[in-house]
Nanobody, 114 residues
Framework: QVRFLESGGGLVPPGGSLRLSCAASGSIFSILGGAWYRQAPGKQRELVATITTGGSTNYADSVKGRFTISRDSAKRTVYLQMNSLKPEDTAVYYC????????WGQGTQVTVSS
């Protein structure tokens, strides 16, 4: 089974930046696209950004222009660079596949507050 390990979350002030990392236990991102999701308190899990095996990216309207999804050359790690953070970005962030998502990891907490 494929497992996902998220890291890089923390407390940042509004307007700050943070870079999240997602390490996959296998080579799943070489055959399926990667994705970042987030879930804020009282809300449903939301798709934030995706990247295909070919490198094409897509973003939710709420983060477009501020967030960037990328991967390493071996397609073992997917990243999410978050700039110009807003309090409404506060959530637990999860990574998984773009299609046919597997088991969810623990996620990493991102808190945007002064």
């Amino acid at each position: 089974q494929v497992r996902f390990l998220e890291s890089g979350g923390g407390l940042v002030p509004p307007g700050g930046s943070l870079r999240l990392s997602c390490a996959a236990s296998g080579s799943i991102f070489s055959i399926l696209g990667g994705a970042w999701y987030r879930q804020a308190p009282g809300k449903q899990r939301e798709l934030v950004a995706t990247i295909t095996t070919g490198g094409s990216t897509n973003y939710a309207d709420s983060v477009k222009g501020r967030f960037t999804i990328s991967r390493d050359s071996a397609k073992r790690t997917v990243y999410l660079q978050m700039n110009s953070l807003k309090p409404e970005d506060t959530a637990v962030y999860y990574c998984n596949t773009k299609d046919a998502p597997g088991r969810w990891g623990q996620g990493t907490q991102v808190t945007v507050s002064s």
